[in-house]
């Protein structure tokens, strides 16, 4: 009996041996899946962009390898200081987004500061109206001539000269920087909730004061979201035009995007292949500022603040400094973001822009709003926005979740090229990937080109990254073994995920959902090259309003659209509070 | 006779079937005429015939696709116009900055896709050409009255553009209101007069009246010399004079000037006595046009009196003589001597463009780099 049985196990054992062999891990199956989809979505794009710079032909037409792009490019005389202007630029308004940003984060999630959802709602509103607005709304503030800050300094204190000038080095910067606030507070709002307090708790009870904490123990901690702040922030700014274009061309100061602009408007259709060289720069100085973060945040055990240890963040008692904390919050919520938005506001209730004066109040009226309302064309860019917009934020964050849990969990080949993948099309400015999506899709024969897809596809693979960050910074935040504890009562892979890991993301995954539905109102060069006839969406919409002098009514439509967004950011901040960490109280 | 199964019978009729309808999309496609085969043999036809002929194919085809960079509103009020004159007839118009369109036109067409039946084209008309992408009309768009000069062989023209030297009004004493270009130059306006940075047209004009070598003079005279105030697009231009951030504007639309007049705006504009130029936009009936009658009966609504009048509704001076005008003042400007005074820069005027550009990278894109 005994041989027999021995002889059955026996002649089972290979049999289940080799079904373990050729069992396949779901895990492996996504990450396959994923690489196949932000493949899809962002290396073919990619790589016609590369394509684009040997070629001395526009896509789709015969052409011959050449390095005469290169040469083009960047081989002219105003390159250089254009790339240090760049620097200047890019550096100074990163600052001032990180600083304002952070610290209007940290009074709203760790303090006890009265009027933190005031703070909150304020704070999202450039991330909600379009660059260009609020760039020609702080011309309207810092106009050496005719700026109102001018005015009233001259009306109230006398002066006989300017004191403000929006044309100059120090305007665009102060533009651009306060115009991005609203993502370095997203991000490090996220990560400040997520913290677990007891460090902090454990340097005051050493001594340390409020501020000291935040700067030895607080923003070390948070290092990977500290760091991607910075990153984005400060690519965003080197890509950025608004500002550069409205006061630094009159001031003449050019940057990159100046010459890109110089060089590829010269010539009627655009050059596609000059845009994609100059594209290159922007992608060279993301692929080091990834390998930068990832190497300083290598040890990421180090930045671990939400561990298997029950705990509820606590917010600072700041005691006589609440009222000061909340009202000097308030007053450079004031200077940077409330200001613009009143000349916005003031425009869309004129004919045309004029100084606030008693006269001009006489001209007020609702002509513009009832104007936009009129336009039938508004209410299908809409809807088209929200539905571009809501499935590639949702879908986006979704993937995001998955790329993250691989970059910073496990140890897969191909997971960093899978990071800078994401991360690339960042560089890429939106009207080349629009070129880039416009050919590969006349070209093959997947009928998506004038349908709403080829919108969802383009802003996936452009602004994904967005998510990924914040979803990077989320996730170094969670420490395995949460995770860890799941798959060791026996849950699959899976299963832990969806049921462990995403809840704990949910405050980064949400910023990212409303960073990328937010972008799908705001941006306006990729929008503009691939919708069609029924699929225009509201940048198109916008940049049309733009391009036909209608400021005014561009205003209004810019105050609606804020408005129905505050409302979403509500939504989602609640959203954010009842599945995130619980704070106590 | 050797037994052939019921299967066999049933896979050959199938394969022919397909043989048959693959040579048909074949044949089809090759003898499928293009719009200038259709529209050479309309030419041949009676008046009446003919229009008989494009209106009955334009209400089989159903459809139209229009590429342009009309405004919304005036956009649409034609098309509302055209489709309740022609109700058959459907008309998706897509509407982006020009640059933007003539972009995506392109590149359908390079990629082999025709999906456009009528392009917007300024600049960028030779890349429209050397594709042989626009069909020639045989004069079809347009009737024995609309002016001659502004219909070619492959475009026409619709509307007249003129740029004009606009001042403010609070700012500025109308007798001190340079009336040239040339009177820019004075060194009392050093500092006083905005441009645009990028401005082609009013270069174009230039080398078209002066030539390469006084319009080289002259620019770097006025932006050099001169130091013209540099500004990007000529709605923040205009919006800068009316705000009073400058007393003069040296190129913007005449058009845009009547607009914000109407609205309050203390601002006025003249016609320069050296140099007047106007932009004279065109469109172009695609050749591989997938509604070829239908496109050429919108082309004819377009330039007829009833479609001009729309526009003109809207500010926008009208080629038809005809053609109705919200602002008197710039019918004036189209009218004889006027309008033989004035530099028309059209489709064809491309090889002026190109070397406008390179005076406008020589002396206005250095002030953008001057820090």
Redesign the interface.
Known sequence: MAGTQGAIGASHFPLTVARQRWRVRPELLIVAALIAVVGWLVAIPLAMVVWGTFRDAAPGLPGSFTLNNFVRAYFNVGLLQAIQNSLIFAGGASMISFAGGTFLAWVTERTDAPFRRVIYALVLVPVIVPGILFATSWLFLLNPTIGALNKFASYCCGFETPIFNGYSMGGMIWAEGVDNFSLPFLLMAAAFRSMDPSLEEAAQTAGAGVWTTMRTVTLPVLLPAVLATLLISFIRALESFEAPAIMGIPAGIAVFATEVWLAVSRTRPADFNLSATFAMGYLLVTVVGVYLYHRATKMSERYVTVTGKGYRPTRFKLGYWRWPTALFSLFLLGVAILLPLFILIWTSLLPFYMIPSWQALSLVSLQNYRDVLALDSAYEAFVNTLIVGGSAAAIGSLLSAVIGWIVIRTRLPGRRLLDVLAFAPIAIPGTVMGIALLWLYLSLPIPIYGTLWILLFGFLGKYMTFAVRSTYASLTQIHKELEEASTSCGAPWLRTFARVTLPLMAPGLLIGFLFILSLSFRVLGLPVMISHVNTRMMPSFIFSLYDEGKYEVLSALGVLIMLFLLAIAAVSRYVAKKFGVQESH | MAYVSENARVRFSLAVSIAILFMMGFLNSALGASAEEIYAGLAKMPKEQRQKTILERANKEGKL?VYG?T???IS?AIITGFQKTYPSVKV??????S??I???A???V????W?WDLLSV???YN?VKQAKAAARHYGLVADESYPKQFVGADWIGFEILPLVIAYNKTLTKAADVPKSYGDLLDPKWKGKAAID??PDNLVTAMIKKWGKEKTADWLDKFINGNQA????G???Q???L?????PIASEVYAY?VE??ME???QIDWLVPADVAEAEVPGYVISSQAPNPYAALLYAQYRTSKEGQSIAGGFGRIGVHPQSELKYPRLRELVKSPTLDRLTLINVEDQKLWDQA?ELI?KYV???????
């Open positions: 696709m960079a405004d919304e509103a649409k998706d118009y897509l509407r982006e900055v640059s933007a003539l972009a995506k392109m590149m359908e390079n990629a082999g896709r999906s300024g600049p960028g890349e940075v990028n105030l540099i500004r990007r000529h709605t923040v205009t919006q800068l009316a705000s009073g951030e400058y845009r607009q914000l609205k309050g705006a550009s990278q894109a250095p002030r953008v780099r001057a820090k």
